[in-house]
C-alpha cells in the first residue's frame, strides 16, 4: 500500500483519520455519482487510483462499479467532457475513499441542464442509491421547478455549495439536500503521520454524510472544480 500521495494532497488513510470513520461499509450500501457528459475512462482510472492506494478493487466485473446513462441503461452514454469528468472522478475516489467496501454508481446526465440533470438525480434514487452526491450548482433564481428532482425520502442528497465565494447557488440551496463545502483539513502536529483534523463549518456535515451512509433563472448547471 502507498501512504504517499503522487501529488499534492491527502490520502485515503489520512482523510479517514481526519474523520476518525473506522468502518468499511458494506456492498449493499449504494453511493451514486451525478454528473453531466460523460467520463470515458472511469472504470479505469478509479481502478487505478484504488490499486495505488491499496483499496478493494470496484469495478463491473465484481459488481462493485456501474456507470449508466440518465435513464439507467449502461450504453448510450453522453459524450465525454473533461471538466465534468475530473469532477466524476473526485466523487468516485472519494466515496471510495472513505467507505471502501460501498458500491459506487456513475449516473451521466445529457448535458449540464437541470432537466438532465435531475432525470439523473431521480434515475439514482429509482435505483436505490442511499447516498447521491451533486458537484455542480447553478443560479438560484427560477430553480424552484427544479426541486422535486432532488426530494428523496430516505436517500442522503448532497450537493456542493460552489467555488464562488458567497454567491449562493442550487441545488446546494434546496431545502431538500445537505450542502456541504469550506472544508479545510489541516495536519494537527501533535499527531502521527495519518493525524488531521478538520476545519470549517461544513466538515461535520462531510462526515455524516458518510456515517450514514455505513448505517444505512440559469438552467445550466457548472460543475465544481478540485
Same mark, same amino acid.
Not at 73 to 80: G, S, T, V
Not at 147 to 152: K, M
Not at 196 to 201: D, E, I, K, S, V
Given at each position: 500500500?502507498?501512504?504517499?500521495?503522487?501529488? @499534492?494532497?491527502? *490520502?485515503? +488513510? %489520512? =482523510?479517514?483519520?481526519?474523520?476518525?470513520?473506522?468502518?468499511? !461499509?458494506?456492498?449493499?450500501?449504494?453511493?451514486?455519482?451525478?454528473?453531466?457528459?460523460?467520463?470515458?475512462?472511469?472504470?479505469?482510472?478509479?481502478?487505478?487510483?484504488?490499486?495505488?492506494?491499496?483499496?478493494?478493487?470496484?469495478?463491473?466485473?465484481?459488481?462493485?462499479?456501474?456507470?449508466?446513462?440518465?435513464?439507467?441503461?449502461?450504453?448510450?452514454?453522453?459524450?465525454?467532457?473533461?471538466?465534468?469528468?475530473?469532477?466524476?472522478?473526485?466523487?468516485?475516489?472519494?466515496?471510495?475513499?472513505?467507505?471502501?467496501?460501498?458500491?459506487?454508481?456513475?449516473?451521466?446526465?445529457?448535458?449540464?441542464?437541470?432537466?438532465?440533470?435531475?432525470? @439523473?438525480?431521480? *434515475?439514482? +434514487? %429509482? =435505483?436505490?442509491?442511499?447516498?447521491?452526491?451533486?458537484?455542480? !450548482?447553478?443560479?438560484?433564481?427560477?430553480?424552484?421547478?427544479?426541486?422535486?428532482?432532488?426530494?428523496?425520502?430516505?436517500?442522503?442528497?448532497?450537493?456542493?455549495?460552489?467555488?464562488?465565494?458567497?454567491?449562493?447557488?442550487?441545488?446546494?440551496?434546496?431545502?431538500?439536500?445537505?450542502?456541504?463545502?469550506?472544508?479545510?483539513?489541516?495536519?494537527?502536529?501533535?499527531?502521527?503521520?495519518?493525524?488531521?483534523?478538520?476545519?470549517?463549518?461544513?466538515?461535520?456535515?462531510?462526515?455524516?454524510?458518510?456515517?450514514?451512509?455505513?448505517?444505512?433563472?440559469?438552467?445550466?448547471?457548472?460543475?465544481?472544480?478540485?
Amino acid at each position: 500500500m502507498n501512504l504517499q500521495a503522487p501529488v @499534492a494532497g491527502y *490520502t485515503p +488513510a %489520512r =482523510l479517514r483519520d481526519a474523520y476518525k470513520i473506522a468502518a468499511r !461499509g458494506d456492498p449493499s450500501t449504494v453511493i451514486a455519482a451525478v454528473a453531466a457528459y460523460g467520463y470515458d475512462n472511469a472504470e479505469s482510472d478509479l481502478a487505478f487510483y484504488r490499486n495505488y492506494f491499496g483499496l478493494p478493487p470496484c469495478t463491473r466485473k465484481n459488481r462493485c462499479f456501474k456507470k449508466l446513462n440518465q435513464n439507467g441503461n449502461a450504453r448510450d452514454y453522453p459524450k465525454q467532457d473533461l471538466d465534468w469528468a475530473q469532477d466524476s472522478a473526485i466523487d468516485l475516489e472519494m466515496a471510495g475513499a472513505m467507505c471502501p467496501a460501498c458500491t459506487l454508481y456513475l449516473i451521466e446526465a445529457n448535458e449540464n441542464s437541470f432537466a438532465s440533470l435531475g432525470a @439523473a438525480e431521480d *434515475t439514482a +434514487a %429509482r =435505483l436505490g442509491a442511499h447516498v447521491i452526491l451533486n458537484s455542480y !450548482g447553478g443560479d438560484e433564481p427560477g430553480s424552484q421547478q427544479f426541486e422535486h428532482f432532488y426530494d428523496h425520502p430516505g436517500a442522503t442528497v448532497v450537493a456542493s455549495s460552489g467555488d464562488r465565494g458567497f454567491i449562493v447557488q442550487f441545488p446546494a440551496s434546496s431545502s431538500h439536500v445537505i450542502a456541504v463545502g469550506g472544508t479545510r483539513l489541516v495536519p494537527d502536529a501533535a499527531s502521527t503521520a495519518a493525524g488531521a483534523r478538520a476545519r470549517g463549518r461544513k466538515a461535520a456535515a462531510a462526515a455524516a454524510l458518510f456515517m450514514r451512509s455505513l448505517d444505512g433563472s440559469t438552467t445550466l448547471a457548472a460543475p465544481d472544480g478540485p
